[in-house]
């Protein structure tokens, strides 16, 4: 079951069980390496000045 999983694209890596954790910490350095410093540098808040616009709007 767990080579379907791979095939149909539901899982990137597939290790043995007694593996599971050192690839699991693996994986979560890679996507640490690629996040965003800090999150507010990523992009603005989607509500970024919305009460000014709604008040302008009457």
Known sequence: MTE????MGLA????PEPNVRSAALHLVGEIAECAPARADLDASPPFTGLAER???MS
């Open 4 to 7: 379907n999983a791979g095939r």
């Open 12 to 15: 990137s890596v597939l290790v």
């Open 54 to 56: 709604v008040a302008t």
